[in-house]
C-alpha cells in the first residue's frame, strides 16, 4: 500500500525557515519524480518545486527560487523542503506527489504552513 506522509509544517513568522519532510513507503521510490506542491485558499494548486529520481535536476517556481530547497534521500525514501525566507504568500497546504514513468501518480495527504506575524 502507498503511503506518503508529510510533516514539517506550522506557523512561522515572515523571514522564518521551515523544513518539510515527506516519507514515502509502497513503491519503488527512487523511480519516481518527487515534487511540492502547494494551494492556498481560494487558489488553484500550483507545483513549488520538483526533483528527478536519481536527484540530479531540480525545477522550482518562479516565486521560490533562491529561497526554497528540494532535496531527496533514496535510501530513506524521503524528500525535502527547506524553506527560508518566508512570506505570508508562502501561507498554503503543502502536498507531496510522486509520479512514476507511466504517470501513475500518488500525493500525500498534505502539511499546514502558516506565515503570519
Known amino acids: 500500500q502507498v503511503h506518503l506522509v508529510e510533516s514539517g509544517g506550522g506557523l512561522v513568522q515572515p523571514g522564518g525557515s521551515l523544513r518539510l519532510t515527506c516519507a514515502a513507503s509502497g513503491f519503488s521510490f527512487s523511480n519516481y519524480v518527487m515534487s511540492w506542491n502547494r494551494q492556498a485558499p481560494g487558489k488553484e494548486r500550483e507545483l513549488v518545486a520538483a526533483i528527478a529520481s536519481a536527484g540530479g535536476i531540480t525545477n522550482y517556481a518562479d516565486s521560490v527560487k533562491g529561497r526554497f530547497t528540494i532535496s531527496r534521500d533514496n535510501a530513506k525514501n524521503t524528500i525535502y523542503l527547506q524553506m527560508n525566507s518566508l512570506k505570508p504568500a508562502d501561507t498554503a497546504v503543502y502536498s507531496c506527489?510522486?509520479?512514476?514513468?507511466?504517470?501513475?501518480?500518488?500525493w500525500g495527504q498534505g502539511t499546514q504552513v502558516t506565515v503570519s506575524s
Open positions: 506527489k510522486a509520479r512514476g514513468i507511466l504517470g501513475n501518480t500518488y
